[in-house]
């Protein structure tokens, strides 16, 4: 039903369907994303935390995207920033689109069978039984789990119309972007000569003539010629794949600099001085960028108010801003690990070799029993030619795996022994976390 959204390969994901999450499993994770030490508030309108055009798009509905969204894992306030940020920007594209469909009076219609069929398909995810049920059972269960929560039948299919209306408006008005957007002979012949370029066929029959026995009945038993591998594909075969890959690429590209011409002609604002700080930092407006940052440094100072900021300077070419800035956030916070690993990506981006290392290996002492922060570092290490460093690493990682194994395996003993001595006992729980920390490294994403 989704497939004309999803054959566009964008960057971008609208996440216009309504998400039925019945259980409500994410509401702990929104709250943990609503409430993290990024020095985060609104200014304008309370209970807006941006405008497109005129248009509000409210704190509320910012919230149950970033529950819908929100990735499994914790995210470093840098982290949480940047994919904050992309989801307020998903939300101010989408209503940009939603505003152009009403200039250009898009209106589809969703007959029945269309919301009958996405409501079979929620009440199938929803239910779970081992035993067979009858559609009419099936839809009973639902129905209850849908009164728990103050839910009709009837309500839910109007919401999923209403939802099946907004996506299509939205793919139409993204076909409309690229509606004149075409392929040509030329274009896919040019294509299929850069993917499959010409072979000399006189090598090809030489190095079929020298192919050893073992070699050819190997390729006997695969049931494949000799040399197939090597085979141009005739043009006709291929060409109508080749026109759709280019069409693909085309329309994206045309819907892109469609968007991004709409953003530019619209008056948009980020009433969150945090996101307002990053839009300018994303943008390139790297003057204003650190203006922000530098303000709210003042008013809440943060290590990743720092990072941003080194990374604005760096943006804005002020490489010795940035240096001052980093080593006046270490400063303050000497003991975090994300600043010394950011500290490290500049000195490599200004080929100072020997400073990233440094920076490194104090991070590596900061990184504990962190099993990818460890990873982290031996990659760094890698790519720096420290191969002494990012052996230590390698040795460390293959301590704490080892280490793992055994914790895991003394706990599978110690519960296979507790069963077989207290069968009939309800034992505790052994509930161990283990938070790994992500360095986010700002800086290769603005440079």
């Known amino acids: 039903m989704f497939d004309t959204l999803r054959k566009n390969s964008r960057i971008i994901?609208?996440?216009v369907v309504v998400a039925f999450v019945i259980t409500g499993g994410f509401m702990g994770y929104g709250a943990y994303l609503s409430n993290n030490n990024t020095g985060s508030s609104s200014t304008g309108s309370p209970g807006v935390i941006a405008e497109v055009n005129g248009s509000e798009i409210t704190q509320q509905e910012f919230m149950r995207m970033l529950q819908r969204q929100a990735p499994k894992q914790n995210l470093s306030n840098a982290q949480i920033i940047s994919f904050k940020y992309n989801v307020l920007n998903s939300l101010i594209e989408r209503e940009l689109i939603m505003q152009q469909?009403?200039?250009l009076n898009i209106s589809p219609v969703v007959d029945d069978k269309e919301v009958e069929e996405v409501y079979n398909q929620i009440v199938s995810q929803n239910i779970e039984s081992e035993e067979e049920l009858t559609k009419e059972e099936l839809n009973k269960k639902f129905e209850k789990k849908l009164e728990k929560q103050?839910?009709?039948p009837a309500q839910l299919k109007d919401d999923i119309r209403l939802n099946l209306q907004t996506t299509k408006k939205i793919?139409?008005?993204i076909d409309k972007s690229y509606?004149?957007?075409?392929?040509?002979k030329e274009e896919i012949e040019e294509r299929y000569n850069e993917k499959y370029p010409k072979k000399d066929t006189e090598d090809n029959e030489g190095q079929n003539e020298d192919l050893d026995t073992a070699d050819q009945q190997s390729k006997e038993e695969s049931n494949q010629p000799a040399g197939q591998e090597n085979e141009r594909p005739k043009y006709e075969d291929v060409k109508d794949e080749l026109e759709?890959?280019?069409?693909?690429e085309k329309q994206n590209a045309a819907f892109s600099s469609w968007l991004k011409n709409l953003k530019a002609e619209s008056e948009i604002i980020i009433h969150d001085p945090v996101l307002n700080a990053y839009q300018e930092l994303n943008n390139g407006n790297y003057a204003a960028a650190v203006e922000k940052f530098s303000s709210l440094i003042e008013e809440n100072p943060s290590p990743v108010f720092y990072q941003y900021l080194a990374a604005s300077y760096s943006g804005a070419g002020n490489k010795d801003k940035a240096?001052?800035?980093y080593n006046t956030a270490l400063e303050e916070y000497p003991d975090n690990f994300d600043l010394h690993m950011n500290l490290a990506n500049f000195y490599r981006q200004q080929g100072k070799n020997d400073a990233a290392v440094a920076q490194l290996k104090k991070a590596s002492e900061l990184a504990g029993s962190d099993f990818m922060a460890h990873y982290q570092l031996f990659m760094q290490f890698n790519s720096l030619g420290a191969e002494k460093e990012a052996k230590q690493e390698m040795q460390i990682i293959q301590d704490l795996n080892q280490q793992m194994e055994q914790e895991n395996k003394a706990a599978e003993n110690q519960s296979s022994g507790n069963d077989e001595q207290l069968p009939n006992e309800n034992l505790p729980e052994d509930k161990t976390t283990n938070d790994s920390t992500e360095s986010t490294e700002v800086e290769s994403d603005n440079n």
């Open 179 to 184: 509606s004149s957007v075409s392929v040509s």
């Open 171 to 173: 793919q139409q008005t």
């Open 13 to 15: 994901v609208y996440f």
């Open 323 to 325: 240096e001052k800035t």
């Open 150 to 152: 103050n839910y009709s």
């Open 244 to 248: 759709k890959e280019i069409l693909r």
């Open 101 to 103: 469909a009403e200039e």
